[in-house]
């Protein structure tokens, strides 16, 4: 098995594929989403400090979260 190393951790070869695969997905989200999405995954904010970087509220930030999940979840059932 092939291991690539990030921040101390070995992630497998099939691991980074898949990671490749979602971020693939989270690009086809309208802007809004996918800027909801990767400021939540990768920047690890709340949902109100997502609204307040887009002069949104923090519900806002909550139901497009949520609306992505819901078309991430399909697209990446489908392609299964």
Known sequence: EYALTAN???ISL???EAKLH????IHTLPTPM???VMLRLTGEL???EI???LNKSEN??????????QILGKELNKNE
Do not use: M, P, Q
């Open 14 to 16: 099939e691991d980074a």
């Open 8 to 10: 101390a951790k070995r």
């Open 22 to 25: 979602i971020y693939k997905v």
């Open 60 to 69: 806002w930030a909550r139901v497009t979260f949520y609306r992505a999940k």
């Open 34 to 36: 996918r800027d909801v």
């Open 46 to 48: 709340s949902f109100k």
């Open 51 to 53: 609204g307040d970087v």
